[in-house]
């Protein structure tokens, strides 16, 4: 990451097949965000001995979901 920064965090998963409010029942959606990894310094202290105390932070560039809004279910994106 320190020697490459550009980086992308996915979320995605299928919406249940008798969800009412999903785009389509039983289709994928999700979110990516697009940007620049940066290490931040603190003292966040999370499940310790299980977990790193690493905090990783990503300066947003671009946003990209799909199937997520029921009234615009195309793929949206936008700079940020």
Known sequence: ????????????D???PD????VKPGW????EIR?????VKGTMHIGQGYFSDDLIR????????WHIDPDHP??????V
């Not at 990451?1 to 995605?12: E, K």
């Not at 994928?28 to 979110?31: D, E, L, Y």
């Not at 990503?58 to 979901?65: C, K, L, M, Q, W």
């Open 1 to 12: 990451m320190r020697a490459a920064p550009h980086v992308s965090f996915v979320v995605d």
């Open 14 to 16: 299928l919406t249940a």
């Open 19 to 22: 969800d009412p409010d999903a």
């Open 28 to 31: 994928g959606r999700g979110i």
């Open 35 to 39: 940007g620049v990894a940066e290490t």
């Open 58 to 65: 990503i300066r947003p560039t671009r946003v990209i979901s």
């Open 74 to 79: 195309e793929q949206r994106s936008r700079g």
